[in-house]
């Protein structure tokens, strides 16, 4: 008889074939439940990890605020109050009303640079092109700045994007006077109805990718950006570096 | 042209395939991986088992002792494809598994060496696809969460060689019904795992010139 018309011989090819379809059956559903489970836990992960960067920028965000305060009273302990002081003194033991003229207009103009240190005058009626202008234009004694500008548009910005790009571009070139060694600072701010692009690059020594450890400064940036739901990036050039703030479809936080 | 000598012209396309996918390794062979190295011995091994069992059976008339020799190499090969190449730890469990079958196999090699054809029937492509499939298994056990960091390559060849010996065990089960029954039902058969292992010839082919 031809064993495959043996029942014991078809019962043995019905069990193993019905084990090695089970065997297989479990190992993908098994697998189906490992998959799911490894990407629940990475995306908790990546909540969680989110929420604690998110925590960080805002530690951050108060302790540079702290540093801003501790210097705007070393602004004002050092400049206008040894000007006054100066001037009360020069009051009470000869007056001299050239001299005590001049004091008096050197405080005013100190009092009025922290002033607009600390909130640019007229924000509502000047434009981020006239702002960047401002900012730029005290640095030019100290490193060489070109200023390029692309405006396609009469939107006009509201005072936040205004004043966070301000603020950025001033801890940039900050950053770059201090520490990149650099000659020439460019920036080129580009508006068009869609898109706000500032591009800031210098030719300094740059800074290593690889270290990881972000300085307050980057992290107020970033800080900055995500409150204005913008994107950036820092990155090293062949020679220096260059950061690119990107803020698409600004017309909606108008 | 009746069915039963499209079939048999059918056959010849296997070592056509075979052939192409050795020209195609030996021009590549310097920058083939050691994963696609493998690959080409058994497609080496198995132009070779498919070229003399040919023979052999023209000669002698059975040639189904080829299945069992067969088996043994393609297992031997298959280990160290995923133990030396695949896996990212050598699993001691597979060894002994493939230790298990390689002795069974050359047990049935030696037991049924002179049996006829209608007492044929055969475990070792059985067990030879089992652990092969258990191998595939365990690779994407372990490969679990980290999907990203694997060549989609590796997981697709791990996937099609899940496919293609489970459809083999499954075939290769009933050899004893498929050698000697009397209808022409058991042609169907034979022609869908043609088709089956000339699909995955073809594929081997294609990831060895892709690799090299």
Known sequence: MEKWLDPKTIMLWIIIAITVVFILVFS????????????????????????????????????????????????????????????????????NSDEMDYLLSESIADARRISHDLSPPMLEFISLYELIDGIITPWK?????????????????????????????????????????????????????????????????????????????????????????????????????????????????? | MTFYQFLDYLTYLSPALLLTGIGIGMYRYKSLALSHKMLLLYIGVALCTDLSSRLYGHLFGNNLIFIIMFSLLELIIFTILYQFCFFEKKSRTLFSLTFVASGFIVWELFSLRTIAPQQFQSYSKVMDAFVIILFALAYFFQKVGKYKTTQKEELRLNAAILLFFSLHLLFFLPINFLINVSSGLKFYFWMANLVVTLIFYAFINWEIWKNG
């Open chain 1, 28 to 95: 993908f559903i098994r697998l189906a439940y490992l998959n799911f489970k490894q990407m629940a836990e990475a995306q908790l992960e990546e909540s969680r990890l989110k929420l604690e960067h998110q925590k960080k920028l805002l530690e951050n965000g108060i302790l540079v605020q702290e540093q801003e305060r501790t210097r705007i009273a070393a602004d004002l302990h050092d400049s206008l109050i040894g000007k006054l002081t100066s001037l009360k003194l020069k009051h009470q033991l000869d007056y």
């Open chain 1, 141 to 254: 004694k100290n490193i060489a700045v070109d200023f390029y500008h692309d405006v396609r548009t009469d939107v006009a910005l509201p005072n936040s994007i205004k004043i966070q790009f301000t603020r950025v571009l001033q801890e940039l070139i900050t950053n770059i006077y201090k520490h990149a060694g650099a000659s020439v600072i460019t920036v080129h701010l580009r508006q068009s109805d869609r898109l706000l692009c500032l591009l800031v690059k210098d030719d300094g020594k740059g800074f290593d990718p690889n270290q990881n450890k972000k300085g307050l400064g980057l992290q107020n940036i970033e800080l900055r950006m995500l409150y204005l739901n913008g994107k950036h990036s820092i990155k090293p050039l062949r020679k220096g570096t260059s950061a690119l703030l990107l803020l698409e479809d600004y017309k909606n936080l108008i």
